[in-house]
């Protein structure tokens, strides 16, 4: 009996694997970068992280950035190890953490403070189709009485 040829069943299988391939995203980012300060100076290393506001209708994956030298950051969201340059368009609560400022004694207890999205008040809404310039003026928080 003649063997039936085997190239349909490699086509199938190339077209199952690229039916995948376009798929869209369910969100749209946008670029975001500024500038982190504590009392007006630069931060000079650590972490921004965008977290989706999901009550305000904001969902996807959170965007992270290292804060440079000069207090600079840029944000980058990475859903299944795939690098997008920006942050997810809406709303956004933010977390400053792991930073530090020339005054490291002082930065203490604003490291406590800014270091969760829930805690530190800072919040943006990233806009699609532009950059989005957002910067973080910090404060270091004055002691309790």
């Keep these: 009996m003649p063997s039936k040829p085997k190239w349909p069943l490699g086509l199938c299988l ?5 039916a ?7 969100f749209e980012v946008a670029p975001v970068q ?7 100076e630069p931060v000079t290393r650590g972490m921004v992280t965008f977290v989706p506001d999901e009550k305000s209708g904001t969902k996807g ?3 992270v950035g290292k804060i440079e030298e000069d207090g600079s950051y840029h944000i980058v969201t990475l ?19 792991h930073f530090a400022s020339d ?6 207890d604003a490291v406590r403070l800014y270091s969760s999205e829930t805690t530190s008040g ?7 189709g532009v950059t989005n ?3 973080l003026p910090l404060e270091t928080p004055s002691p309790e009485s």
């Design 14 to 18: 190339v077209m199952g694997l690229c």
């Design 20 to 26: 995948g391939c376009g798929k869209s995203r369910a």
């Design 34 to 40: 500024g500038t982190v300060t504590l009392d007006g």
């Design 61 to 63: 994956p959170i965007g």
């Design 79 to 97: 859903p299944n190890a795939d690098s997008l340059n920006g942050a997810v368009v809406g709303r956004h609560r933010i977390r400053v953490s």
């Design 103 to 108: 005054r490291y004694s002082e930065t203490r």
């Design 122 to 128: 800072l919040t943006a809404e990233v806009k699609p």
């Design 133 to 135: 310039a957002i910067d």
